[in-house]
């Protein structure tokens, strides 16, 4: 799970979430060189339900939450270099041009690089603080805007800052999604709870090395999901 593909400008907020350009290119070089292949959230859901075969070498999702506009302008380029895709988790407002955040053309940029676009709601709201009016505009009306605008499934929802409880389970699941992605530090399994799917955070100032070994890490201890996430 990326964020920021820039160096943290002074006063950031969360500058974990920044990880340089020359970083996130080291990254995916040594995911190669380690035998990994990029897929979507739904080449992923096909051979775990299907068995629709995948890209030779060790599956693995990178995903960018936000919409961060540095996604495009520095992900992109790398991702295509190696002929990789990303799954892209945006969110309809709350993350404008002017503050960092992806144009219309440069999301179906992405889209048509062969990313997949999926949604974390319409303003990255806590969703188990609001109510269920407010909850189902989060969650499903979301999903059919991006759907009417981008013509794409939008087959998965992106807990905002991580935060879900039963009831938020409960519309992602009427609103049509086949599953959920969190902020749990995990290694996803065909066995687990489609709709509380862990991801591994990398943080700004990971080496290769360390990347690689967190996810060992995480593949050989896998924790228990937990009922709620908290972060960006």
Not at 4 to 20: C, E
Not at 50 to 72: C, E, H, M, W
Not at 112 to 132: C, F, K, R, V
């Amino acid at each position: 799970m990326y964020h920021v593909i820039n160096p943290p400008p002074p006063g950031a907020k969360f500058p974990g979430l920044y990880v340089t350009p020359d970083e996130f290119s080291a990254q995916m070089h040594a995911l190669v060189t380690a035998g990994f292949h990029a897929v979507t959230m739904d080449q992923m859901r096909a051979n775990w339900t299907r068995g629709t075969p995948l890209p030779a070498g060790k599956p693995i999702v990178v995903s960018f939450d936000n919409g961060y506009q540095s996604q495009y302008t520095q992900a992109l380029p790398v991702l295509r270099r190696l002929g990789w895709v990303g799954v892209e988790n945006m969110q309809l407002t709350g993350l404008p041009p002017s503050q960092g955040g992806l144009s219309e053309k440069q999301i179906a940029g992405l889209v048509g690089a062969g990313w997949e676009l999926d949604t974390q709601g319409i303003s990255h709201a806590d969703l188990i603080t609001l109510s269920p009016a407010a909850l189902h505009q989060q969650v499903a009306v979301a999903r059919e805007e991006v759907r009417r605008r981008y013509h794409v499934p939008v087959n998965w929802f992106c807990y905002p800052s991580g935060h879900y409880n039963a009831s938020v389970i409960a519309e992602v699941k009427a609103a049509g999604y086949v599953g959920s992605t969190t902020v749990v530090p995990g290694w996803a399994t065909p066995s687990d709870d489609p709709y509380r799917l862990p991801r591994l955070r990398v943080l700004g100032g990971t080496s290769p090395q360390s990347l690689l070994a967190e996810l060992a890490a995480i593949r050989s201890n896998p924790a228990p999901p937990a009922s709620y996430g908290g972060g960006e």
